[in-house]
Nanobody
Framework: QVQLVESGGGLVQAGGSLRLSCAAS????????MGWFRQALGKEREFVAA????????YYADSVKGRFTISRADANNMVLLQMNSLKPEDTAVYYC?????????????????WGQGTQVTVSS
């Protein structure tokens, strides 16, 4: 069993930056591919970014490509999401997830463990 806890969310102005962290307990994250998803109020959960188990491959939603960067910090058993040039439409609860797969995957059904989420609010 893997427990995931997100942190780093908050309120930021448009054009600003935030870095989200996903910390794990129970198992080492180096055994899992990792992903970030988000859910805005009244909308379905959507894929944001994913990274392979090795860290060698990443996958981004078109809406965040070039602005967000996912990375692994396996020494700290963490996964990070650096978010730059934030837009009001990035406002959502952000979730990290772990998949018992080697590949970076955008499909939520491939993920076995989920965190509780952290709120990101971008003001215009």
């Amino acid at each position: 069993q893997v427990q995931l806890v997100e942190s780093g969310g908050g309120l930021v102005q448009a054009g600003g930056s935030l870095r989200l962290s996903c910390a794990a307990s129970g198992r080492t994250l180096s055994n899992y591919a990792m992903g970030w998803f988000r859910q805005a109020l009244g909308k379905e959960r959507e894929f944001v970014a994913a990274i392979s188990r090795s860290g060698g491959n990443t996958y981004y939603a078109d809406s965040v490509k070039g602005r967000f960067t996912i990375s692994r910090a396996d020494a700290n058993n963490m996964v990070l999401l650096q978010m730059n040039s934030l837009k009001p439409e990035d406002t959502a609860v952000y979730y990290c997830a772990a998949a018992i797969l080697p590949i970076a995957t955008p499909h939520p059904g491939h993920y076995n463990y989920w965190g509780q989420g952290t709120q990101v609010t971008v003001s215009s």
